[in-house]
């Protein structure tokens, strides 16, 4: 089974989707890119499309995500990605919910018109000769589940997979997935499906595949605080238990996470972003709640870095200290 990393707008940077490469993901997306930014000629690109467009050297399979609405602009723009030599998919974005996308009908928005969903899938897939991957929802509401109509048509147009999200625009990211509706698209199409919007935790995965008859899951919030659940699935899949992920190995991924970060944007800006994922990677963990007050004072990477080697060690200490009470029991008496 295949575990894909979902696109996160403002969330699933290079540096983050590395981390989920080394721990086994099979593929990631980019934040999605707005396609008109895209096919604006520019000789020099803004700093923000630069970094949206980054890939690092521990990345594996790579899609870059694609919004917007009006068929030759998405063409345009997958053209251009695809001459960057630097992608291994162009993925179309028909799934996000949020209201400056849908104002513009992008994203969710497209659901509501299939017939031009058709026609930036056939757009797209002629002007580009990498794999076209589609992401969408159900459909716009229950009442107008239209996936099914839409990924048949991808698969028409010539695209390669589809990555489902089993929700409507209306549920937006909360309520139970519609499995029903989900296996309608399996039955509509031939094309490697992706099952998105279940996994919390790692015994979810094959669950959730089978339950929809996928052949992989796609996997976005539950990898934010757990990276790791990559290489848990994989765990799982070879009979194993999911590992016990301690201080030492959390705090190693967040810093290589922050050096990457750092090396992306300003360190700054980088810094403070990486607070929330301290938060997530270490949560639950003993004296985490001291070290999250510290590292939201927390501005260079070297502070951010110096914080956290605190908090190992002191971990360490406190565990030289703690003497086990068997440990005092069975000890041999001093006689001397
Ligand atoms: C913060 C955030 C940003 C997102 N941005 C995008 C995006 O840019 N493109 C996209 O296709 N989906 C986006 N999504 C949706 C996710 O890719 C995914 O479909 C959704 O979160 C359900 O999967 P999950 O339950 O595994 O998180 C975003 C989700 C979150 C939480």
Redesign the pocket.
């Known amino acids: 089974m295949r575990c894909l990393l979902?696109?996160?707008?403002?969330?699933?940077s290079a540096a983050f989707r590395s981390l989920c490469f080394e721990y086994g993901a099979d593929g990631a997306?980019t934040?999605?890119i707005g396609a008109a930014g895209v096919a604006r000629a520019k000789r020099r690109r803004a700093p923000v499309m630069e970094a949206l467009l980054t890939r690092r050297p521990e990345e594996g399979e790579l899609a870059a995500?694609l919004?917007g609405s009006d068929p030759e602009i998405l063409a345009r723009a997958a053209a251009r990605l695809e001459a960057l030599n630097r992608f291994d998919l162009i993925?179309i974005?028909m799934?996000?919910p949020a209201r400056v996308a849908i104002r513009s009908g992008n994203?969710a928005a497209l659901l509501r018109e299939p017939e031009k969903c058709g026609a930036i899938l056939r757009a797209v897939c002629g002007a580009v000769s990498l794999p076209v991957r589609l992401?969408l929802?159900l459909g716009w509401d229950d009442a107008h589940i239209t996936a099914p109509e839409i990924a048949r048509m991808a698969e028409d147009a010539g695209a390669r997979a589809v990555?489902l999200?089993g929700?409507t625009k209306l549920q937006m990211?909360s309520g139970e997935v519609n499995l029903e509706a989900m296996r309608r698209v399996r039955e509509a199409v031939s094309i490697p499906l992706y099952a998105?919007?279940?996994?919390?935790r790692a015994g979810d995965a094959a669950r959730f595949a089978r339950a929809v008859g996928a052949d992989g899951v796609?996997?976005?919030?539950?990898?934010?605080k757990s990276p790791w659940i990559f290489d848990d699935i994989r765990r799982l899949e070879r009979g194993e238990k999911v590992a016990q992920r301690d201080a030492a190995e959390r705090v190693g991924a967040l810093l290589r996470f922050a050096e990457r970060l750092c090396a992306q944007k300003p360190e700054r800006f980088a810094i403070q972003e990486m607070r929330k994922y301290s938060q997530w990677f270490l949560e639950g963990l003993t004296g985490a709640d001291a070290l999250f007050e510290r590292v939201k004072a927390a501005q260079t990477l070297d502070e951010y870095r110096g914080l956290h080697e605190c908090f190992l060690n002191g971990l360490a200490r406190a565990n030289d200290l703690y003497v086990h009470p068997e440990r005092v029991h069975s000890a041999p008496l001093d006689t001397r």
């Open positions: 979902a696109s996160m707008d403002g969330m699933s997306t934040e999605m995500q919004l993925e974005n799934g996000c994203g992401k929802r990555i999200h929700r990211y998105n919007g279940a996994v919390v796609c996997i976005g919030r539950a990898a934010l």
